[in-house]
């Protein structure tokens, strides 16, 4: 089973609301990112997760929280996002986050800021 | 830095024939893997085919091949006998030792399939 799931499929969300998204994967992995994609562009990295530990931050501004709250669950948690912030977010999972290592990606969810 | 860089943002080719989309990158390692993703509209990437610096020998998967140049730092995905399903948003990536979690994606290339 190589499946990453991601839930919800899309989202619309005002800016003083919160909500989360949640990510799951049975593979055993013990990285997960996720990864903010506009469309026609490639993604971009947000956070890195290695074995439950936040690694790598790339300067996301604090209204995105992520989570981990075990090795098969990553969670991003956001609050009064920016229409801006509308864009299809992507959770992918690794055995580890070592450089020889295939990231998994799943379908994302459609997040809307209105 | 690293980078990586796609100069085609779309291609397009006849179903049953051959495409070839280009990928150059930088870097001062020696030590790297490099991979293709592919992104159908529906969304999901899914991992193409893979690369390992230190292989003298191209990867092959199927009609999926790389043309893999390291001392001219490029990465080129030859699809043979393309199919409809092979119309996507294709990525190069790269991942380097450095800076192991990072991947470090193009700018993508559009591959349309004509029936």
């Known amino acids: 089973d190589t499946e990453v799931t991601q839930t919800p499929k899309h989202l619309v969300m005002g800016m003083t609301n919160k909500k989360s998204l949640k990510c799951e994967q049975h593979?055993?992995?013990?990285?997960m990112y996720w990864y903010k994609q506009k469309a026609k562009k490639p993604p971009e990295l947000m956070f890195v997760?290695?074995?439950?530990?936040?690694?790598i931050n790339e300067s996301v501004p604090s209204r995105f929280s992520p989570e981990c709250p075990n090795s098969s669950l990553l969670n991003l948690h956001l609050h009064a996002l920016q229409p801006e912030d509308s864009a299809l977010y992507l959770c992918?999972?690794?055995?580890?986050?070592?450089?020889?290592?295939?990231?998994?990606f799943g379908p994302g969810t459609r997040l809307l800021v209105l | 830095a690293q980078t990586v860089t796609q100069s085609q943002p779309e291609m397009s080719v006849q179903e049953a024939e051959t495409v070839t989309l280009s990928c150059t990158y930088d870097?001062?390692?020696?030590?790297?893997?490099l991979f293709w993703y592919k992104q159908p509209p529906s969304r999901q990437m899914i991992l193409v085919i893979r690369?390992?610096?230190?292989?003298?020998q191209n990867a092959t998967e199927n009609r999926f091949s790389v043309n893999f140049q390291k001392a001219a730092k490029s990465f080129s995905l030859k699809i043979s006998d393309s199919q409809l399903g092979d119309a996507a948003m294709y990525f190069c990536?790269?991942?380097?030792?450095?800076?192991?979690?990072?991947?470090?994606f193009g700018q993508g290339t559009t591959l349309q399939v004509k029936p």
């Open positions: 992918a999972s690794s055995r580890t986050k070592m450089r020889d290592e295939t990231q998994y």
């Open positions: 593979m055993g992995h013990r990285a």
């Open positions: 997760y290695s074995y439950e530990k936040l690694s």
């Open positions: 870097t001062s390692e020696s030590d790297y893997y």
């Open positions: 690369q390992e610096a230190y292989k003298q």
């Open positions: 990536a790269y991942m380097g030792s450095s800076n192991t979690g990072k991947l470090i």
